[in-house]
């Protein structure tokens, strides 16, 4: 980290409302958005509900982590909008480009071949080099040196109700490490090594497994196969010591050496839910029932008639994915012996 300074911008901001109410932030915990210069106008609406719904209270930081630097637009706009202080970061080269280890032409070849199989992101580069990133790197990024835990926001996303708890302090005075709203399956071709990667890890480093792990959240067949299940990791409020420690970290140069975010696509949704599901304890990990949230193209709305009454939710339980069949949300309460909350098969078509 000699140049470290070369990656930051911070705004302290200075206007904290006076007549807010006083306030004692506990937790040393961040937003974190990666974000192109364009996705500007994307984030504005995420923004102001994070403020309006739950920030204008706690007052939290933001980080804001982008391939190349940020405009003066950005910086003014998404600042004048934020209570907390606001951190802008350039991502350093090696974060965000194709490793030396990797056969460019066979990761050509692969990218052709999904692209031509209508594999959605298949052919795109970029979005390999996101996916890599949000897996193994935006946790060592020196902005988010200083935090204990992050909720991730991505452009365009919507929530839903307000959170009327400091949600930071609930994940740590409830040993909580993983958080998430909707969880969904995967598609097979993005991630066809995957799993059998991930055996030949655990084989080879088994003390890493959690003792009363989540195993059989994502394998309906004691660990033989994938059935795809993850968390959508467009949201997630987690723990960084998750992935600074030591099993995550072995665990991800091992699949980063193996290639498959190049030769295949994998994503930091299946690869952060494997890790979450297999190297913590299952009590480790909430779901977040009471926050109403979308991303295209779906929604978690609070089924439960008090909670959406009580957070002034604005959004239909008839759009709640939860508890439908392409989600996996209904084996994870089952798997946990979680009670669901009441009327949710009405939902669960
Ligand atoms: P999807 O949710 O899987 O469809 O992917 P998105 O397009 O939403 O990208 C995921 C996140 O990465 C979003 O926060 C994007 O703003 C960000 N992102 C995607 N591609 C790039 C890129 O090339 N550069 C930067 N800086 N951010 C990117
Ligand atoms: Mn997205």
Redesign the pocket.
């Given at each position: 980290n000699d140049n470290s300074e070369n990656y930051k911008f911070v705004r302290i901001n200075e206007n904290l409302n006076p007549n807010n109410k006083p306030y004692e932030k506990k937790v040393k915990a961040t937003f974190v958005?990666?974000?192109?210069n364009s996705?500007l106008h994307g984030l504005l609406e995420p923004i102001k509900a994070i403020e309006d719904r739950f920030n204008k209270n706690f007052h939290y930081d933001w980080v804001f982590?982008?391939?190349?630097e940020f405009d003066e637009d950005f910086k003014r706009i998404t600042s004048s909008l934020i209570s907390g202080n606001t951190k802008y970061g350039v991502i350093p080269k090696e974060h965000w480009s194709v490793p030396s280890w990797i056969d460019e032409e066979k990761a050509t070849n692969a990218r052709k071949k999904m692209e031509e199989d209508g594999v959605i992101?298949g052919g795109s580069l970029?979005?390999r080099?996101?996916c890599r990133f949000?897996s193994g790197f935006f946790y060592r990024h020196p902005l988010l040196d200083e935090y204990e835990y992050y909720w991730r926001i991505?452009?365009d996303v919507k929530f839903h109700c307000d959170i009327n708890y400091d949600i930071f302090q609930f994940m740590k005075d409830n040993n909580k490490k993983y958080g998430f709203t909707i969880s969904i399956h995967e598609y097979e071709a993005t991630i066809k090594t995957l799993w059998n990667t991930t055996l030949e890890f655990i084989d080879k480093n088994p003390e890493f497994l959690a003792k009363d792990n989540m195993l059989d959240f994502i394998s309906d067949d004691d660990g033989t196969s994938y059935n795809n299940c993850h968390f959508w990791s467009?949201f997630e409020i987690a723990s960084l010591d998750l992935w600074r420690g030591e099993a995550y970290s072995k665990y991800f140069d091992y699949l980063d050496k193996k290639g498959g975010f190049f030769y295949e696509r994998w994503g930091d949704a299946p690869v952060h839910s494997i890790a979450a599901a297999l190297f913590l304890n299952r009590d480790e990990i909430h779901h977040f029932y009471d926050v109403g949230y979308y991303?295209g193209p779906f929604h978690a709305c609070p089924v439960d008639d008090q909670i959406r009454f009580e957070n002034r939710c604005a959004c239909s339980p008839n759009q709640d994915f939860t508890w439908q069949g392409f989600s996996c949300t209904t084996k994870y309460y089952n798997v946990n012996r979680l009670q669901k909350p009441h009327g949710w098969q009405k939902y669960a078509n």
């Open positions: 958005t990666l974000a192109r996705d982590l982008n391939d190349v992101y970029p979005y080099h996101m949000e991505e452009p467009n991303h």
